[in-house]
């Protein structure tokens, strides 16, 4: 939080405002029941006032209480304890529950109010405008340490808030490049396994059974492809590209393509061969469907 001298400085608060605002006090004494009482009938519209101030003792004390501060104002002690009793108070409000905005309108008031009582006093204009201009000062640095309060209890709300959403995202994303390493080793893995499951099948071709080596071996080269757009996608979505569905559905069709090209290699007239060419369609249809929306989002 600022020091006083701070604000004061700040808001370019000089020793001339503070004795203008003491030679204020008397006029501003005469009116400050009005002040005092135009502050408590805001108070008691507003929800909030309402619903906490049912008791007569209550409002008297807290009337008393507002005078007090309004009176202060015009006293010139603009010291510590001035400021401290600034601070207790905006602290009463976040306390009560009071809104920021009700305590900038309730000054907002006091504000009109003060502005035309001193425009009104016989003197020349220059003298009204420095009292005005004081005035508005000693008001303007009253609400704002009275707001700090909130500001700070916001930080500190903000702040432990903060630090648990931190902590989860810090979490999340330790986790998902844990996760990401373990799907890429396992890529590498199966990558490896289906060129094995290819060298298997050029076996095949050496020892002889050509009709079923060249098929075998075409479907294995097309599950290594698979593979390898399988880990460019991982690749490209780790540098932070889009993540491409595309490639997992290719991964089902050439699964199944695979599986017809055996199926018919061994002349299966059975209903499973039925049953593949309908399940290529159907995921053809989808990844021609998924391929249209990539192509649309780019
Ligand atoms: C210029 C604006 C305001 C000033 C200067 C002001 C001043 C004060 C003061 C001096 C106190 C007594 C603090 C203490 O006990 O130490 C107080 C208390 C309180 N104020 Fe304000 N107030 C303002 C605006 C509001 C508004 C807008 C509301 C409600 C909408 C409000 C509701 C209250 C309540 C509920 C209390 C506590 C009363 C109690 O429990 O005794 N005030 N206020």
């Given at each position: 939080m600022r020091s006083f001298k701070e604000i004061k400085e700040h808001y370019n608060f000089t020793d001339e405002d503070a004795q203008r605002l003491v030679s204020l006090k008397p006029v501003m004494e005469s009116r400050d029941q009005e002040i005092a009482g135009a502050l408590s009938s805001y108070i008691m519209s507003t929800i909030i006032g309402a619903r906490l101030l049912t008791e007569d003792a209550r409002r008297t004390h807290l009337f008393e209480a507002q005078q007090q501060w309004f009176l202060a104002m015009f006293e010139?002690?603009?010291?510590n304890k001035y400021y401290e009793k600034l601070i207790k108070i905006g602290i009463v409000h976040v306390k009560k529950a009071v809104d920021a905005h009700s305590l900038n309108r309730a000054v907002n008031i006091i504000r009109s109010l003060c502005v035309d009582i001193l425009y009104t006093q016989k003197k020349p204009a220059e003298e009204i405008l420095a009292d005005i201009l004081s005035f508005e000062k000693i008001l303007d640095m009253n609400l704002d340490v009275m707001t700090s309060s909130y500001i700070e209890e916001e930080i500190r709300n903000y702040s432990s808030l903060y630090r648990i959403k931190s902590a989860l995202v810090d979490f999340s994303e330790k986790f998902l490049q844990s996760a990401n390493l373990v799907l890429v080793l396992a890529l590498i893995g199966l990558t490896l396994g289906a060129i094995a499951l290819f060298l298997t099948d050029i076996q095949k071709l050496f020892a002889g059974d050509l009709e079923n080596g060249i098929i075998s071996a075409l479907g294995s080269l097309l599950i290594i492809w698979v593979m390898i757009e399988l880990m460019n996608t991982e690749i490209y979505h780790l540098k932070g590209g889009k993540f491409r569905i595309s490639v997992f559905v290719s991964v089902a069709l050439v699964a199944v393509l695979r599986e017809t090209m055996i199926a018919a290699l061994k002349h299966d007239q059975s209903v499973m061969m039925g049953y593949l060419i309908a399940a290529i369609l159907v995921i053809g249809f989808v990844y021609w469907i998924i391929m249209q929306g990539e192509g649309r989002t780019g």
């Amino acid at each position: 939080m600022r020091s006083f001298k701070e604000i004061k400085e700040h808001y370019n608060f000089t020793d001339e405002d503070a004795q203008r605002l003491v030679s204020l006090k008397p006029v501003m004494e005469s009116r400050d029941q009005e002040i005092a009482g135009a502050l408590s009938s805001y108070i008691m519209s507003t929800i909030i006032g309402a619903r906490l101030l049912t008791e007569d003792a209550r409002r008297t004390h807290l009337f008393e209480a507002q005078q007090q501060w309004f009176l202060a104002m015009f006293e010139g002690n603009y010291n510590n304890k001035y400021y401290e009793k600034l601070i207790k108070i905006g602290i009463v409000h976040v306390k009560k529950a009071v809104d920021a905005h009700s305590l900038n309108r309730a000054v907002n008031i006091i504000r009109s109010l003060c502005v035309d009582i001193l425009y009104t006093q016989k003197k020349p204009a220059e003298e009204i405008l420095a009292d005005i201009l004081s005035f508005e000062k000693i008001l303007d640095m009253n609400l704002d340490v009275m707001t700090s309060s909130y500001i700070e209890e916001e930080i500190r709300n903000y702040s432990s808030l903060y630090r648990i959403k931190s902590a989860l995202v810090d979490f999340s994303e330790k986790f998902l490049q844990s996760a990401n390493l373990v799907l890429v080793l396992a890529l590498i893995g199966l990558t490896l396994g289906a060129i094995a499951l290819f060298l298997t099948d050029i076996q095949k071709l050496f020892a002889g059974d050509l009709e079923n080596g060249i098929i075998s071996a075409l479907g294995s080269l097309l599950i290594i492809w698979v593979m390898i757009e399988l880990m460019n996608t991982e690749i490209y979505h780790l540098k932070g590209g889009k993540f491409r569905i595309s490639v997992f559905v290719s991964v089902a069709l050439v699964a199944v393509l695979r599986e017809t090209m055996i199926a018919a290699l061994k002349h299966d007239q059975s209903v499973m061969m039925g049953y593949l060419i309908a399940a290529i369609l159907v995921i053809g249809f989808v990844y021609w469907i998924i391929m249209q929306g990539e192509g649309r989002t780019g």
